[in-house]
């Protein structure tokens, strides 16, 4: 018999208490209504006294255990952190399979993902997976021999609804990893689903053309993601939520000779595009390469070069 534990059941009229509720079997461990209700209590309580001991329960770690590593991270709001101190000792991960065994105390919120229920909507043969921190509906085809991409894929608006178990966190982009294929060309971002990608991992591909029309037309950055961080976190945990919900496009390890002047500019127009890899392909280094070169001067900090001792490895641009 599993036991959800909920902010619901861990509120006392006593400011000054120990509970401990090791060794039971607490599988589930949901704060995900943590920060309302101690927002609507309004109470903040600098140094809290109510002390909830943890450890020893048979935790599943999937994405109910988002706000809970939230909590012990320092990133829920001060007034929720401020309502009782939550002790997990050794509490451990007793599921799902890969994750068993872990300390809770070890994992990273912003990396959390989970498997997603394999429905019609996940494209065949790939993995679903959500992931709460950015919001983002992450599709992985990699190093399944595809020679194509998937011809359409799940909006995560729509999936979220049909999938999800009710939570206040919405998935509202997608993340494509293609890698390790035989994949030869993009569909258009016309082709259902393409136009929530947000980051396209198509590394270690066949991929010799890249048409204006394939370009990801990517979601930006909330607003609201990024004024709600500002006003409560640190730079530094601003800056790393920002990043991981920034844009990627890895292209390296392909047949590429060159980028043709209406993909250049619609790369140009990514403003959040953040990492953009290009290295390992076959550069054709004539006079048509001028404006690849334009490109990469102006737009050398996105543009991440694995350097090597072998000339092919790195995009090769001469003069005329």
Not at 20 to 29: E, F, G, R
Not at 160 to 178: I, K
Not at 205 to 218: F, G, K, M, R
Request: hydrophobic share 35%; charged share 15%.
């Amino acid at each position: 018999m599993c036991i959800l534990l909920q902010p619901e059941d861990i509120q006392f009229l006593s400011s000054d208490i120990t509970v401990d509720l090791t060794y039971n079997n607490i599988s589930i461990i949901d704060l995900q209504n943590l920060e309302l209700l101690a927002l609507a209590q309004n109470q903040y309580q600098p140094l809290p006294n109510r002390r909830i001991l943890l450890d020893q329960n048979p935790l599943m770690c999937d994405c109910e255990v988002y706000d809970l590593l939230r909590y012990l991270e320092g990133r829920l709001e001060p007034e929720a952190r401020s309502m009782f101190e939550i002790i997990p000792g050794n509490l451990s991960c007793a599921g799902p399979p890969e994750m068993r065994g872990a300390a809770v105390t070890q994992l990273n919120s912003l990396k959390l993902q989970c498997l997603l229920p394999r429905l019609g909507d996940c494209p065949h043969p790939c993995t679903c997976y959500e992931r709460p921190a950015d919001f983002a509906l992450v599709v992985d085809c990699s190093g399944l021999n595809l020679s194509q991409s998937p011809a359409n894929l799940p909006d995560p608006v729509k999936f979220s609804v049909s999938v999800l178990s009710p939570r206040r966190l919405r998935l509202n982009q997608t993340e494509l990893w293609l890698k390790g294929n035989r994949i030869v060309t993009l569909p258009p971002t016309s082709a259902p689903g393409y136009d929530r990608v947000t980051r396209l991992y198509v590394s270690h591909n066949n991929i010799s053309t890249l048409e204006a029309e394939q370009v990801p037309p990517h979601l930006q950055v909330s607003g609201y993601l990024a004024n709600h961080l500002a006003c409560h976190f640190s730079p530094e945990l601003v800056i790393s939520v920002l990043l991981a919900s920034s844009q990627v496009l890895e292209l390296d390890h392909n047949n590429l000779m060159g980028l043709k002047a209406p993909t250049l500019q619609a790369l140009s127009n990514r403003t959040s595009l953040h990492r953009f890899t290009l290295h390992a392909n076959p550069w054709q280094c004539d006079c048509s390469a001028r404006g690849m070169l334009n490109f990469l001067q102006e737009h050398f900090t996105q543009v991440y070069i694995m350097h090597s001792t072998s000339n092919s490895d790195v995009p090769c641009v001469q003069g005329c």
